[in-house]
């Protein structure tokens, strides 16, 4: 039983430790958010969002096609939250215009991968798709006042991709 958990942990390694600086900004960015230090927190944000951008354009184009789902499988929930983070940044910060690129950024990002030639990260990407989906109509919902923003969003959400996979 231990050597079953240790081989699984030995497996993940790699990832874990590709992964190891997106976590340190997102920790990072977590305390300025907490402590109110915005531009700070944005700055953290927006380096593990390049960071794990990177590690996703990395990953969609290697050959071997379990390491692209182990990969992605934990790759695309770091994007979101660090995307999602971002937003919240920018509402912090007093900028809904571009919480909102950023909430269609992420969404677009996880509809194109829905396209992939591996039909495994086509399935991961469908199901963080649904979760970008539903954070851009919280934000429609929370800002019916600014009907630019609305429209965008609305837009983001109704494109002939989004509609052919959640049909």
């Known amino acids: 039983m231990l050597q079953t958990n240790s081989t699984s942990n030995s497996a993940a390694e790699p990832l874990e430790h590709a992964l190891a600086p997106w976590q340190k900004a997102i920790t990072a960015g977590n305390g300025a958010f907490e402590n109110q230090s915005f531009y700070s927190a944005r700055d953290h944000y927006q380096s593990a969002l390049y960071l794990v951008s990177n590690l996703i354009a990395h990953f969609t ?6 390491l692209q789902e182990d990969a992605l499988m934990h790759c695309c929930p770091a994007l979101i939250v660090a995307s999602h983070n971002l937003a919240d940044c920018y509402q912090a910060l007093g900028l809904p215009h571009k919480a909102c690129e950023q909430l269609i950024d992420v ?3 996880m509809i194109r991968l829905c396209d992939h030639a ?3 990260v086509s399935l991961i990407a469908m ?5 970008t989906r539903t954070e851009l109509m919280h934000f429609i919902t929370a800002h019916k006042a600014h009907e630019n923003l609305v429209s965008w969003a609305t837009q983001a959400l109704n494109t002939p991709q989004s509609a052919h996979h959640y049909h």
């Open 107 to 109: 969404h677009q990002s």
């Open 61 to 66: 184009h290697q050959y071997d096609p379990q």
């Open 118 to 120: 591996n039909p495994q």
């Open 127 to 131: 199901r963080h798709c649904m979760r």
